[in-house]
């Protein structure tokens, strides 16, 4: 099985025979990039993992506002809340690049909660994290300036799609500069301030669709 589905909280609580047992179960599904997985409001009944490419979770707000909530990659898991308690999506699941993810339904997933409650731990402990992880965000909002969240934001992409080269990390996003400015919570205009102050710092290196994190010592005490 692939190392990052492996290390995936699903399959991390069994040992390698039902972890491939459990793979077996999943349905596969190419997702192409800008295609809709699921669209906010639907019901859902199933959760997905991303065995390749990247996968962004997207609300929109009354006015037509659109956010991104997270950006996922290989190994991650998404859509778990409808296995606990069915109903409307809560976010729009979108394919930044050409992906791959897997499925599993409600039916499906029950017999292994039921027969093995380190799975269902492990689903909790997911929904534990992703819950800190939206107070968090929702904390940076209030109380973080745009350019503390950028630089977050950078570190965290990096921690996630990074890759060390000679100079520093090299993290190839694939977000288009409305979505980054979206990931921050922020225009566009103020979150390209950002990031052209920290090219001339020296602590970044900008691409297209990519960033060289040059200074990651400075990039966190501002993200602090």
Same mark, same amino acid.
């Given at each position: 099985m692939d190392e990052n589905l492996r290390a995936a909280p @699903?399959?991390?609580?069994l040992d390698d025979e039902a972890a491939a047992s459990l793979r077996e179960s999943m349905a596969a599904q190419i997702v192409k990039k800008g295609q809709i997985l699921?669209?906010?409001g639907q019901a859902g009944d199933r959760l997905y993992l991303v065995k390749s490419g990247k996968i962004k979770l997207s609300h929109a707000? &009354?006015?037509g506002r659109e956010s991104v909530l997270m950006v996922l990659g290989? &190994?991650?898991m998404f859509g778990e809340l409808s296995l606990f308690d069915p109903g409307p999506r809560t976010s729009t699941a979108i394919a930044v690049t050409d992906s791959e993810? @897997? &499925?599993l339904g409600n039916t499906d997933l029950k017999p292994w909660l039921e027969g093995r409650p380190e799975v269902a731990q492990a689903l909790l402990q997911a929904l534990a994290h992703r819950l800190r992880r939206n107070s968090e965000i929702m904390s940076d909002l209030v109380f973080a300036d745009v350019p503390g969240r950028v630089a977050k934001a950078l570190l965290e992409l990096g921690e996630k799609f990074g890759v060390k080269s000679s100079t520093g990390i090299s993290v190839h996003h694939d977000l288009t500069q409305e979505e980054l400015a979206q990931l921050v919570g922020a225009s566009?205009?103020?979150v390209n301030k950002a990031l052209a102050d920290f090219a001339s710092r020296g602590w970044i290196k900008l691409e297209t669709r990519s960033v060289d994190l040059l200074d990651l010592e400075r990039l966190s005490k501002r993200a602090k």
């Open positions: @699903l399959f991390k609580a699921f669209q906010e707000s &009354g006015d290989p &190994g991650d993810v @897997l &499925g566009r205009e103020t």
